[in-house]
């Protein structure tokens, strides 16, 4: 019975649920902030579409994959559809194309690496710490 529970999720453990350690971008004055935070420690924003399928696939990919602490980075996550305002701006203030789901890596005050859809789980995030 193992191996059939184990192929078909019979399984009556839950998974435990990740965290990260998500910093919630909200407001276009954090922009700033980010930027000049880059100079000193690593800067990355995901952007969310929570009503995007595809979004929450590439998010959940990223949240499995991800084995970074705080001190490493600071992970910032923007909710594009609640927070449309910041998403624009996000793309003027970093001179990065707006997509979503999108990843968007900063250091020393510019955009090192970003990337959306399935390109977001290739950037690994260690090169930029």
């Keep these: ?59 959940n990919q990223f949240v499995d994959a991800y084995d970074l602490t705080e001190n490493d980075l600071d992970l910032y996550y923007l909710d594009l559809l609640n927070y449309r305002e910041v998403s624009n701006e996000v793309g003027y203030a970093f001179q990065v194309m707006h997509e979503s789901p999108q990843l968007i890596v900063l250091k020393n005050g510019v955009v090192v690496a970003h990337g959306s859809h399935g390109g977001i789980n290739e950037i690994d995030l260690n090169l930029f710490i």
Excluded: A, Y
Excluded at 24 to 39: A, G, M, P
């Design 1 to 59: 019975m193992g191996l059939i529970n184990k192929l078909f999720g019979g399984s009556t453990e839950p998974k435990e649920e990740k965290v990260l350690p998500w910093i919630t971008l909200i407001n276009l004055e954090q922009l700033d902030t980010i930027k000049e935070k880059s100079k000193t420690k690593t800067q990355v924003i995901f952007k969310h579409s929570t009503r995007c399928g595809i979004s929450t696939m590439v998010m």
